[in-house]
């Protein structure tokens, strides 16, 4: 028996009604407290609340990168990983026409300057921080951006996301942090769905930090999966010098798939939650390993894939897998010393089984996601 698999027809549009988390301002260079579940019911339709005065002249923000996916779950789990990512500095422009953003500049990871649009409304950035500016009803003056991207494009480890993610923050900590971190998201997937489909499983983690669980879409309802301090995690991040375009790893995905492939996905992905609350490396490497449905499409599409990953278990990584739709493979460790070996082999494997150059580093989990990282008061 085969059942559909089908991406459902979310609009980024859809009118919702209410939100059941509460409005907090936050002071600057503090990140958005978060319950550990949340749905956000919202419009991105100019609202009728009064419009914020600017707090600030000019902030700069910063989105981590993330590995969706991990494995079998395909668009509804995530994570965030510290220390690389993409940074926005947005200031108050009177040369901009009020209620608008204009891009003034972008650099940054290989030729992003060249593939990237400055239309706002083409771009990563721009899409999220007018969607933002809706949001908050802004009217009265006009802002100007600029686009410093430390990840590279068509990576796997959310580039648009993080983009996404540092402007629609910026935007809101500029007029005060008037948004809580749901409403953010749904700006940052207005973004998403443009570029390369709606779905929450970069953006979600890129804004909120840490490991996230997308429970549904209508309404967008989110669960922050928290992974034990106490415990060790190191995410090794092998990334080809190789593109691969979201739209087209989409592409390769089955239209149907048998129900017993559904039922093994489906118990992986609860092993592997169970696994982060649990603070259980070896069960989430395994479940992050065990995808039977979308890796087996996309892996042949990336040269030396197969052997990257035979590699990365034979040299004791936990597990190992595509972090979202690739190339960048990701493998899971508990010993940051072991994870640069680990990534070493990685990197030979890439070149030995796909002729392909390759970079390895090694990451911890991102438990803070997007955040002001300086400001200049008015």
């Known amino acids: 028996m085969a059942i559909s698999l089908h991406q459902p027809a979310f609009s980024a549009h859809s009118t919702f009604l209410s939100t059941n988390t ?7 260079n503090h990140h958005l407290r978060l319950p550990l579940s949340f749905r956000c019911n919202l419009s991105l339709t100019s609202n009728s609340n009064p419009e914020p005065e600017p707090v600030y002249s000019s902030v700069k923000s910063f989105a981590p990168a993330t590995v969706a996916n991990l494995g079998p779950g395909f668009d509804f789990l995530g994570c965030a990983v510290d220390g690389v990512g993409d940074y926005v500095t947005l200031k108050i ?22 593939k990237l649009s400055k239309n706002p409304n083409w771009n990563c950035a721009g899409i999220a921080a007018l969607s933002v500016m809706k949001m908050l009803n802004i009217r009265s ?10 990840l590279p494009l068509g990576s796997g480890l959310g580039s648009s996301a993080a983009s996404a993610a540092a402007a629609a923050v910026a935007v809101n900590e500029l007029f005060g942090g008037k948004l809580q971190a749901s409403e953010l998201v749904l700006a940052g997937l207005e973004s998403e769905a443009k570029v390369s489909g709606y779905h ?7 804004i909120m930090g840490g490991f996230v669980l997308i429970r549904s879409y209508e309404p967008l309802d989110l669960i922050r999966l928290n992974f034990p301090t106490e ?6 991040l092998v990334n080809p010098e190789f593109e691969a375009p979201t739209k087209k790893m989409r592409a390769a995905l089955p239209g149907e798939i048998l129900m017993s492939d559904h039922v093994w996905n489906s118990s992986q992905a609860g092993a592997l939650v169970a696994a982060v609350l649990q603070g259980d490396l ?33 040299a004791g990584a936990f597990g190992c897998t595509i972090s979202g739709a690739g190339p960048t493979v990701v493998a899971v460790t508990d010993n940051e010393e072991k994870g640069r070996e680990i990534g ?10 796909g002729g392909l150059k390759a970079v390895a580093m090694v990451k911890k989990l991102d438990t803070v996601g997007a955040r002001l990282v300086s400001s200049i008061s008015r």
């Open 344 to 353: 070493e082999m990685m990197v030979e494997a890439f070149m030995v089984g």
């Open 282 to 314: 070896v069960g989430l490497g395994k479940a992050l390993s065990s995808d039977r449905v979308v890796e087996p499409r996309r892996a042949p599409l990336i040269p030396g894939m197969d052997g990257v990953k035979k590699v990365a278990l034979e």
């Open 141 to 150: 003056v006009g802002l100007s951006l600029s686009l410093e991207k430390g």
């Open 200 to 206: 929450a499983d970069n953006i979600a983690p890129a």
């Open 231 to 236: 415990k060790n995690l190191f995410f090794v």
């Open 22 to 28: 509460t409005a907090t301002n936050l002071p600057p």
């Open 93 to 114: 422009d009177p040369q901009v026409r009020p209620g608008d953003v204009t891009i003034s500049d972008i650099t940054g990871a290989g030729n992003s300057s060249k």
